[in-house]
Every structure is written in C-alpha cells, then in structure tokens.
C-alpha cells in the first residue's frame, strides 16, 4: 500500500474510531445521568468502574476512559469541555486491532508513520488542549475546542451546514495528491488490572510509546506492514 492509500485508511479507522469513542462517552452520559464526566469522577460521583444494565462496561483512568460494548472496546481519552474525538497512534492500533479489515493498522509503528504524513499534508492537527495535549483531532475539528458533535463522528452536516454525502470520497479526494493488545474491561471487573498500563499513557504523547523506530521512511514502514494481507473496507 502507498502512502496515500496509507492515508486514505488512516482517515477511515480515524473515523471509525471518533465514532465508537463519541457514542460510548454519549452512552455513558445517558445512562449515568451525567454531563460531565471526567468532572463528575473527579468530585466522586462516580465509581471509577462499573457496569451499565445492557452489559456495557466502563472504567476510568487517569484522563481517560475505556468502555467496551457488544464486544469492541475503545479507549479514549477527554479533550476540553469533556470532547472524546481526539486520537494518538497508539489507541488507533488498538481499537484497529479488534477488526480484521484493519490489518495494515495492527502495527502500531505503521499507524505512527500514516499520522505523521497526515500532519504534514494538514489533515490532522495536535493542538496540544488540555487536559490531553498529547491528541490529534482532525483538521476540520481542531479549530473550535467545544464543537457541538462532543466527539461524535461528524456524518450529519458538516461547520459550513452543508451535508456530506460521502465523506469517504472527501477522503480519498483529499489525499490523492500526495498498531499492545486491547486490555478487557471486565478484566478489572473481575479483580485483574487489565487496564492498568493504560494510566502509563496519561498526560504524554502515546503515539510514541513503542514506535521510537517510526522515524524512518514511510515507504520502509510500508512494506513491513503489506505482509501479503488484504484490507477490506466495510
């Protein structure tokens, strides 16, 4: 795969994931009955783990949250005014690493390189927000710090009002020119720590945990990661 399919995937599993993040932090608020919830866990209103009646599990840590629902866990990180859409190489690689469509992004050095060539062609920004200045968020969600999405997927219309009807496309357009293994939830339900390396990553850049040796050039990075495999896009 070349660099800008590279990209093109690397914008759709962005997306994929902004969408699993935003609908697990919005599930969460629903059901706790709560706006604001790194703030409600912070003044210990909330339990820092628990479990909600359709069998979604939750747990906090450090700046963060990892909830895992039907089966797909994601873990996320807030940005300001409680937004969920900001993302790091490493908790791409591992939300990818739960779909075998997403096999060009089990490697965690392979996302590193992509979201590094998406920084330089001004596709993502890192505007360094509190209390999480280690995230990305896509370009066109990095300008305002309290968008009205709170870090749902931005499907309906878009800043402008109007209606993308093929984001996608918008991707591939834009791009033409130029993956640690999911801790369970319930593993800490049960008594284990299966989130605690998670708490390692608060507070600094996790896109450079384990992929120092990123630095490279992506078409070496590339080849390492086609392994033969074809990806599939849902």
């Not at 993040?21 to 339990?47: F, N, P, Y």
């Amino acid at each position: 795969m070349n660099a800008p399919d590279l990209s093109t995937g690397l914008l759709r599993l962005i997306r994929r994931y902004t969408s699993a993040s935003g609908d697990a932090a919005q599930k969460l608020r629903d059901e706790l009955a709560v706006t604001d919830l790194l703030g409600a866990l912070h003044g210990g209103t909330l339990h820092r783990a628990g479990k909600l009646p359709d069998g979604t599990q939750y747990r906090f840590h450090g700046v963060g949250c990892a909830v895992e629902r039907a089966g797909i866990s994601v873990d996320f990180d807030f940005g300001p005014e409680g937004r969920t859409d900001g993302f790091d190489a490493w908790r791409l690689h591992l939300f990818a690493e739960q779909f075998p469509d997403e096999t060009h992004f089990h490697d965690e050095a392979v996302v590193a390189a992509a979201l590094a060539e998406l920084q330089r062609a001004g596709m993502v920004a890192k505007p360094g927000w509190t209390p999480s200045p280690h995230l990305y968020y896509l370009a066109e969600q990095s300008t305002a710090r309290d968008p009205e999405s709170r870090g749902r997927e931005p499907s309906s219309p878009n800043e402008s009002g109007e209606q993308c009807d093929d984001p996608v496309a918008e991707d591939d357009a834009a791009v033409s020119g130029v993956e640690r293994r999911v801790p369970s939830v319930s593993g800490d339900l049960d008594g284990g720590d299966g989130l605690d390396d998670l708490a390692a990553c608060d507070g600094e850049d996790a896109s450079l945990v384990g992929a120092r040796d990123s630095a490279g050039a992506l078409g070496a990075v590339e080849a390492s990661a086609l392994g033969g495999a074809e990806r599939l896009i849902p």
